[in-house]
Structure formats: structure tokens, C-alpha cells
């Protein structure tokens, strides 16, 4: 169910804006953490693509990006060669010092095989994440032989307060009572 949930969101995300999506992508400068692309986010959002290059060995490409406190951070990887199948991606989520936070394989197997991660984010940190191929490890060490472009869609939203749920909560509520 939650899976499937994942599914529909990455397939609503999966829109007429990722063709045109300028590439970031500076291969092999990228293949490492230390020389991650830096992300620009604008208005709580990005979109780009990037490529798993074809006979570059183990191509690996790193992104990172400002994370504002208490914030979800939610990274969509889009496999564009043909939609959500190929290239098959792998994503992982990392702090600064390298320690993994998140991973993902799949989005939705078997309709999509991108990559998605949603993280809830408490302090100001710059994390970074990495895209490889299906066939590499966790640890992200370029041992796979999946190729292709795919496009990232990030986006960042502040974490509702109590309050502001509690608020939510009740409009519902009333809406409910309204319908009865
Ligand atoms: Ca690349
Ligand atoms: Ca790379
Ligand atoms: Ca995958």
C-alpha cells in the first residue's frame, strides 16, 4: 500500500516539464561525495537531469543541497530512457560526514524502477545523495552496467507545526459534520 502510494506520486511527478530539464551533471568530478554537484533549490523545489553515462565504468553521480530545520526533503529519481524502466536506479541519502541516512532501490517495483526517498529533516545541514545503477551495492561503488538519462525532482517543505495540524484536524472535523 505504501509502496503503491510511492508509485502514484513519482507517476503525478512524471510530467511534461522533466524533458526539458537542463542537465547537472559533471561527470566524473561527480563519481565521489567530495565532488558532489551543488544543488540550487527555488522555492522549495528543483528539477534536473543527469545521466548514468554508458561506458563510463561504474558511473556514479553525487548531488547535494541545503536543508533547512525541521523540513522533508523528499529526492524522486525518473528513469527516462524508457519511462520508470530503464536506467534501473539505486539512491542513498547521506550527512555530511558520509554516514548513510536513507536508501532506495525501487519507487515501485515492477512499474517503476527510479528512486525515491523522503526524509524528515531536523536541523540545517547540507546532505548529499547519490544516484548509481541497479547491480551496485549500497555502498555506492559503481559496480553496476545500468546506463541512461533521468531526471531528479527535489523538493523541500517545512514540517507543519502541532498547531497548524491540530488546526487541520479540526477543519476536517467540521467539514465531516458538514457532509452529514
Ligand atoms: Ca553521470
Ligand atoms: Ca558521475
Ligand atoms: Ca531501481
Known amino acids: 500500500m505504501k509502496i503503491a502510494s510511492i508509485g502514484a506520486v513519482s507517476a503525478l511527478l512524471f510530467g511534461a516539464s522533466v524533458a ?4 547537472i551533471d559533471s561527470d566524473p568530478a561527480n563519481d565521489t561525495q567530495a565532488g558532489a554537484d551543488m544543488i540550487t533549490v527555488v522555492d522549495g523545489a528543483a528539477v ?3 545521466e548514468l553515462v554508458s561506458g563510463q565504468t561504474g558511473d556514479v553521480d553525487w548531488f547535494s543541497v541545503n536543508v533547512p530545520a525541521n523540513s522533508i526533503l523528499t529526492i524522486v529519481i525518473i528513469p527516462l530512457d524508457i519511462p520508470l524502466q530503464s536506467p534501473d536506479t539505486i ?3 547521506y550527512d555530511a560526514g ?8 525501487d519507487a515501485g517495483f515492477p ?14 545541514q547540507t546532505l548529499s ?6 547491480g551496485d551495492a ?3 561503488n559503481g559496480s553496476h552496467d545500468e546506463s541512461g538519462v533521468y531526471t531528479v ?3 523541500i517543505v517545512p514540517v507543519p507545526t502541532p498547531g497548524a495540524i491540530a488546526i487541520a484536524g479540526l477543519a476536517g472535523l467540521a467539514a465531516t459534520r458538514r457532509r452529514r
Open 129 to 134: 545523495f547519490a544516484v548509481s545503477g541497479f
Open 20 to 23: 526539458s530539464a537542463s542537465i
Open 91 to 93: 539512491l542513498g541519502l
Open 111 to 124: 512499474s517503476n524502477l527510479g528512486s525515491v526517498i523522503v526524509y524528515e529533516n531536523a536541523g540545517a
Open 153 to 155: 525532482k527535489l523538493s
Open 138 to 140: 549500497a555502498d555506492f
Open 98 to 105: 558520509g554516514t548513510q541516512l536513507a536508501f532506495n532501490d
Open 48 to 50: 534536473y537531469g543527469a
